[in-house]
């Protein structure tokens, strides 16, 4: 008996150390970006950074572009802020159009599937 108990003690330990390890290779996903200093303070931010977008129920949309708030229309460098999305903006300017995303690193993917285009009736 005292010998399992070893063993799972064993195991237990092993299997602790190992989740610590591979909790080390994960990114944080609440960590600020890279241009933001510990301090709180902005680094060197990329030019052209979407940050947020502000779509209210009434008055202009708005999007907040290098770290200044740009009201639909408004201008960012020579660009104009034509169009506001809940994950992106358009700028239009004399280097043509340029969509800006909030979340420029994931890239959305469709998959289509045989018989998923089929109507469901919803259920009472």
């Given amino acids: 008996m005292a010998g399992h108990l070893k063993l799972y003690c064993g195991l237990a330990l092993a299997l602790l150390a190992m989740g610590a390890a ?6 944080d996903p609440t960590r600020p970006p890279a241009y933001i200093a510990q301090d709180g303070t902005a680094g060197d931010v990329p030019a052209g950074r979407l ?27 020579e660009a104009r802020l034509s169009h506001v999305s809940e994950s992106s903006v358009v700028l239009e300017g004399p280097d043509g159009v ?3 995303y909030l979340t420029p690193d994931v890239e959305k993917r469709v998959r289509v599937m045989k018989g998923a285009m089929r109507q469901q009736k919803d259920k009472p």
């Fill in 98 to 100: 340029e969509r800006l």
């Fill in 51 to 77: 940050t947020s977008v502000m779509m209210p129920r009434k008055g202009k949309p708005a999007a907040v572009i290098d770290g200044q708030v740009v009201p639909l229309g408004g201008s960012v460098g």
């Fill in 22 to 27: 591979a909790a080390d290779l994960l990114a």
